[in-house]
């Protein structure tokens, strides 16, 4: 059984355009994360919903907007892509935020032509 | 702010080598330190988790040390194998509330057979 699973594994669409990724948990786990690798591999965190509340943004422009309906789940929805936006989003979650062992999913590639 | 910085960059050791991957990070109230490994187009997977009261923690062939004092840990592999190829990653949570990882930039590790 797949732990973190995220979809779409792959996305590649156009400049403008409104896309989301999908993110599910069956650890049982009470945070959720949204990290983003970029071109020079650095990991970085974006979103951290702990009982689906917010509790991290970090710097992130508002065309980026996690959305969790329970806390299972934490989906990322990007407005307006633009082609910096091109990178891996990775999904991740654990028992309690920076405490724990965090489990990731396997990524989702976004490139924005 | 937390800095975590891994050296080397890269590596290349033939197989069966002993072999020691370094990190370092600036801010010592740390919570614990993990070790990912990242397999090409793959998520991360974690190796070992170092709570802040311990100095070592090891799996199987995988020994990690932390010394918060001096702000490094060490990944030590014993006898290396080709299936240890991938970039391993070291990251540590913000101290005082825990809320949020950092990442080193990763040692991407090539083991020739």
């Known amino acids: 059984d797949t732990a973190v699973s995220q979809t779409p594994k792959y996305l590649v669409t156009q400049m403008g355009n409104d896309k989301s990724i999908k993110c599910e948990q069956n650890l049982g786990h009470d945070t959720m994360y949204w990290y983003k690798q970029d071109s020079k591999k650095f990991l970085k965190i974006m979103f951290s919903y702990n009982n689906k509340e917010l509790i991290i943004n970090e710097t992130v422009p508002n065309r980026f907007s996690p959305k969790s309906p329970d806390k299972a789940h934490l989906n990322l929805h990007i407005n307006s892509l633009e082609l910096g936006d091109s990178a891996v989003y990775f999904c991740?979650?654990?028992?309690?935020?920076?405490?724990?062992?965090?489990?990731f999913g396997e990524g989702s590639w976004l490139t924005v032509v | 702010k937390q800095e975590v910085t891994q050296i080397p960059a890269a590596l290349s050791v033939p197989e069966g080598e002993n072999l020691v991957l370094n990190c370092s990070f600036t801010?010592?109230?740390?919570?614990?330190l993990q070790w990912f490994r990242q397999d090409p187009g793959k998520g991360l997977t974690s190796l070992l988790l170092?709570?802040?009261?311990?100095r070592e923690q090891t799996s199987g062939r995988l020994n990690a040390s932390l010394d918060k004092s001096s702000g490094r840990s060490t990944l030590y592999i014993a006898a290396s194998q080709p299936g240890d190829s991938a970039t391993y990653l070291c990251a540590v949570p913000l101290g005082g509330s825990a809320r949020q990882l950092t990442f080193g930039s990763g040692t991407q590790l090539t083991v020739l057979p």
């Open positions: 801010d010592s109230a740390i919570y614990n």
């Open positions: 170092i709570q802040s009261s311990q």
């Open positions: 991740a979650s654990s028992h309690q935020q920076g405490r724990d062992t965090i489990y």
